[in-house]
């Protein structure tokens, strides 16, 4: 199914020898480093496909983490990139860039009527949270257990069920004495916590890196509720869900509108940039200017070029898109579960639009509670035969779809499928 090259695993591992002599731990990202059976090195890329130094093609469901949803190297993002190029990299200067993707943000997410640009999605959750203190006058905020939020002190915590704590060394543990930690979709527990002291609610309306968890019944529309009353500003994390989920993100598949969301990933089609979008009210702080807002690279001309690009792509095929997609990702959720049950390998798999996450090795994962229970090392190594056979994955067992699949990867993805499980069942 695969470009013939049996040797990949050494001449990979061989690259990672010469990176860990002069890069920390091999890589610029740790997860990239844990690749099972050993972490590619990437070549060239095009389309679903992308290519590793020992010449192996593989068909590719990581995406870059999820920003590529229209592929790797789409022609309408490249042709703005490089007409953007030609005209200089970065003064420090406006440009028309900016207002043109706030126009198409305003126009498509439901919450938007201004946006404010930064380079990544940590950066935008920091100025979210900002925004949300400086427009009431608060400091407390709501956050959710097993939600990511990027990597910076004051949210990076209660990153799995059961750890409240610090998700990683080195961290200040006083930067989180400001936040309340609750479980995701814990409605009674959001109406309990709640008080004039609360700035902010911040979550992740589809809990995707979790994965791919729906939110219950009515959780969203009580956040929406609670916040209003007590007057804090509820924030959506759409980094993930803004436009891979829908045109509208997830805000505008639920139904349910926010005052502020933070989008990125798939917005820049694989560039670097991020967003805050809300409300003109509570967008105020930045927006008259009494918040300070900084950042070289902000809302850089080259990144909001191809954000444009994307964001006009999506916007004119959505009725193909996102509809197809999403049946795809179906297909294969569909497909895994019958498989691994004529294996008799017990397995969770959950949907949310175009991203499908698998959980081996366990039948009983239904809310992102459960994954306390999720066997990361079965994950690993389910994630490792697909890449043996062939599909790039990411190694948690996350699948994400683009519009650049084909049937013919689907079909081929099927087959190396069937002997991931057949070779992660005979191992468990």
């Known amino acids: 199914m695969a470009d013939p090259a049996p040797d990949f695993v050494s001449a990979n591992l061989e690259w990672r020898a010469r990176a860990l002599r002069s890069v920390a731990y091999g890589t610029s990202s740790t997860p990239r480093g844990n690749q099972l059976p050993a972490p ?9 496909h ?15 983490y999820g ?11 490249i042709a703005a990139v490089m007409a953007e190029m030609g005209r200089g990299l970065r003064t420090a200067s406006n440009h028309r860039g900016e207002a043109l993707l706030g126009e198409l943000i305003t126009e498509t997410l439901p919450s938007a009527e201004l946006s404010a640009f930064v380079s990544s999605g940590s950066e935008a959750i920091q100025l979210a949270l900002r925004i949300a203190r400086a427009a009431t006058g608060r400091v407390r905020i709501i956050r959710f257990r097993g939600n990511y ?8 915590s209660g990153g ?12 200040d543990p006083a930067a989180t004495a400001s936040s309340t930690l609750l479980d995701w979709g814990d409605a009674e527990g959001l109406r309990a916590a709640i008080g004039p002291d609360i700035a902010a609610v911040l979550l992740e309306p589809v809990a995707v890196n979790g994965g791919c968890f729906l939110p219950s019944p009515g959780f969203l529309e009580t956040a929406r509720e609670v916040t209003l009353a007590a007057g804090a500003v509820l924030i959506f994390d759409e980094v993930i869900t803004g436009y891979r989920l829908g045109l509208g993100g997830a805000q505008g598949r ?7 969301s933070v989008i990125g990933k798939a917005m820049g089609a694989g560039f670097p940039i991020s967003a805050v979008a809300g409300s003109a009210a509570a967008m105020e702080p930045v927006a008259s200017g009494r918040l300070l807002q900084r950042g070289t690279f902000n809302g850089n001309p080259v990144s909001a070029a191809a954000a444009v690009a994307c964001i006009c792509h999506l916007r004119d095929h959505e009725g193909a898109i996102f509809p197809r997609i999403d049946a795809m990702a179906e297909d294969l959720a569909a497909f895994i579960r019958a498989e691994a049950g004529r294996a008799g390998l017990p397995i969770s798999v959950l949907r949310a639009g175009s991203a499908v996450q698998v959980f081996v090795g366990r039948g009983d994962i239904a809310r992102l509670s459960d994954t306390v229970r999720m066997d990361r090392a079965a994950n690993a190594a389910f994630a ?14 996350l699948i994400y779809l683009s519009a650049e699949h084909s049937p013919e990867d689907i079909a081929l993805t099927k087959d190396a499928i069937s002997q991931a499980i057949s070779a992660t069942a005979g191992s468990c």
């Open 67 to 77: 920003p590529l949803i229209l592929g790797h190297s789409p022609s309408p993002v």
């Open 384 to 397: 490792g035969a697909l890449l043996a056979a062939g599909v790039q994955i990411i190694g948690r067992g």
């Open 254 to 260: 639920l139904g349910v509108t926010p005052d502020l």
């Open 40 to 48: 590619l090195v990437a070549e060239r890329a095009e389309g679903a």
């Open 149 to 156: 939020h990027g990597w910076f002190d004051t949210v990076h």
């Open 160 to 171: 799995r069920p059961g750890n409240d704590g610090p998700d990683t060394l080195g961290q």
């Open 50 to 64: 992308l290519w590793d130094i020992s010449g192996r093609r593989f068909i590719d469901y990581a995406l870059g």
